[in-house]
T-cell receptor, first 113, second 112 residues
Framework: EAGVTQFPSHSVIEKGQTVTLRCDPI?????LYWYRRVMGKEIKFLLH????????ESGMPNNRFLAERTGGTYSTLKVQPAELEDSGVYFC???????????FGPGTRLTVT | GNSVTQMEGPVTLSEEAFLTINCTYT??????LFWYVQYPGEGLQLLLK?????DKGSNKGFEATYRKETTSFHLEKGSVQVSDSAVYFC???????????FGTGTQLKVEL
């Protein structure tokens, strides 16, 4: 069974540009989460989807971030326009049950210059 | 709110040395506690967990005991191997939630 996959693995963009990160959860997992680790600090929760619905988006830092999960399968996280402080590693996780074990992807390292 | 504090890294040990990575927490309610590990180039993997006070989680020779009185969940291993080199994250979740709160991570490097 394939694990959680994320694309791209690395992205380097200039301030003001747009970047879209993609996450493919484990097949059959209704729950999908986005987390972010900035500059070696703690990993912070961004949001949680149940199927295509946003269950909790309390961790989204501001309106420059837009997450979607059309059709309840893969998810995208768009940052527009990117700022320097958005640099970090963005992790995606999925789980079968709402309170079940979360399986993480390898992360996307975003560098904004 | 919830928070997790881990010891600063990096931690460098010789193979077969004893490992302790400290983790303390503050939480509303009664949290479940976790240790995740991230090997180079891979995603976070759940290493072990404990869901109530005095529970001991264990896996791959690693252990951690849920200490409510000291609000701690220290990770230990009696004899580390080079293959244990990774970043270790302590985390918690409270109540019926699923929003993980992580510590800053501790990088472990094990040398021959």
């Amino acid at each position: 069974e394939a694990g959680v996959t994320q694309f791209p693995s690395h992205s380097v963009i200039e301030k003001g540009q747009t970047v879209t990160l993609r996450c493919d959860p484990i097949s059959g997992h209704d729950n999908l989460y986005w987390y972010r680790r900035v500059m070696g600090k703690e990993i912070k929760f961004l949001l949680h989807f149940v199927k295509e619905s946003k269950q909790d988006e309390s961790g989204m830092p501001n309106n420059r971030f837009l997450a979607e999960r059309t059709g309840g399968t893969y998810s995208t996280l768009k940052v527009q326009p990117a700022e320097l402080e958005d640099s970090g590693v963005y992790f995606c996780a999925s789980s079968q049950e709402t309170r079940g074990e979360q399986y993480f992807g390898p992360g996307t390292r975003l560098t904004v210059t | 709110g919830n928070s997790v504090t881990q010891m600063e890294g990096p931690v460098t040990l010789s193979e077969e040395a004893f490992l302790t990575i400290n983790c303390t927490y503050t939480a509303t309610g009664y949290p479940s506690l976790f240790w995740y590990v991230q090997y180079p180039g891979e995603g976070l993997q759940l290493l072990l967990k404990a869901t109530k006070a005095d529970d001991k989680g264990s896996n791959k020779g690693f252990e951690a005991t849920y200490r409510k009185e000291t609000t701690s969940f220290h990770l230990e291993k009696g004899s580390v191997q080079v293959s244990d080199s990774a970043v270790y994250f302590c985390a918690l979740v409270t109540g019926g939630g699923n929003k993980l709160t992580f510590g800053t991570g501790t990088q472990l490097k094990v040398e021959l």
